[in-house]
């Protein structure tokens, strides 16, 4: 099977060196630097705040699937979720395989939207970490199947020098081992990104690796309450969600119903 992964991180490459002839580094680290200073959610006192650790997704496409919601708005579907208690927000930026860009996460903070919004994107160079302070992210989510050991702890400081979070996803046991790069969050995808196949079992087969003072985030696949529960009795405190609310009428009220499901009183045992 082609690998989905490979495929978006060669254009991704492409993509960034057409992005420095438009915009140079030395212009956007310039217009990053007055932003230095300025208050930015955090997303780890968010989630561990939360009873309901949603974070929910604004994702239009995916490459699996196609167009998920293309109709969306990002100043309207990113706000109804905080409006209806999603803890945080991730927003994709890629367009070509996601149908996302930069401007989706400026036109929901116009919008209203406060709380902290993820850089969903695929993060191989510094020059992303620059765009997306300025685009108005609170955290940046850097993968460790395309990125070096010591690529992921470089990146992981320089967000830090620009007052971002990094949310960094593993997938397989032996990624776990990028856990000591020093990320805010620990994220475990369920979704194998080479081939698209997604188990939400991995979040619980991993949880074991990961640091026990962690704050650990389950991605993709989930969409059933009962399974949040269950990966929270796991010591999970984050819980991404996207395809399970885009592909309704209102992605709003679904989270919304979601998280009342979730804090409904459980039947004892008889």
Not at 47 to 65: H, M, N, Q, V, W
Not at 88 to 105: K, N, W
Not at 160 to 171: A, I, Y
Not at 246 to 256: A, I
Request: charged fraction near 25%; hydrophobic fraction near 40%; aromatic fraction near 8%.
């Amino acid at each position: 099977m082609k690998d989905v992964l490979e495929e978006i991180v060669a254009w991704k490459r492409i993509e960034v060196d057409r992005m420095k002839q438009v915009l140079p580094e030395r212009d956007i680290h310039a217009r990053v630097e007055r932003l230095l200073g300025s208050h930015v959610p955090s997303m780890k006192a968010a989630l561990t705040a939360s009873d309901s650790g949603i974070i929910a997704e604004f994702k239009r496409k995916s490459p699996s699937k196609g167009w998920i919601k293309e109709s969306g708005r990002a100043a309207e579907i990113p706000l109804a979720y905080q409006q209806n208690g999603a803890a945080a927000v991730s927003i994709l930026t890629d367009e070509r395989f996601f149908g996302g860009c930069d401007d989706f996460i400026r036109e929901a903070r116009d919008a209203g939207v406060t709380i902290p919004i993820l850089y969903k994107n695929f993060v191989i160079d510094e020059y992303q970490l620059f765009q997306a302070r300025l685009c108005g992210a609170s955290a940046v989510l850097l993968i460790a199947a395309d990125l070096s050991k010591a690529e992921c702890r470089q990146l992981t400081r320089t967000a830090h020098e620009l007052q971002l979070e990094v949310l960094l996803e593993m997938h397989s046991e032996e990624e776990t081992e990028y856990a000591d790069t020093e990320p805010d969050l620990c994220g475990i995808n369920n979704r194998n990104l080479g081939s698209f196949v997604t188990d939400v079992q991995n979040s619980f087969r991993l949880a074991q690796y990961l640091p026990a003072d962690a704050v650990k985030v389950s991605e993709s696949g989930i969409s059933d309450p009962e399974t949040v529960r269950s990966l929270r009795l796991a010591g999970y405190r984050g819980f991404l969600i996207g395809e399970n609310f885009m592909r309704t009428d209102s992605p709003g009220n679904s989270l919304n119903d979601f998280i009342s499901q979730l804090h409904q009183p459980q039947n004892p045992l008889i």
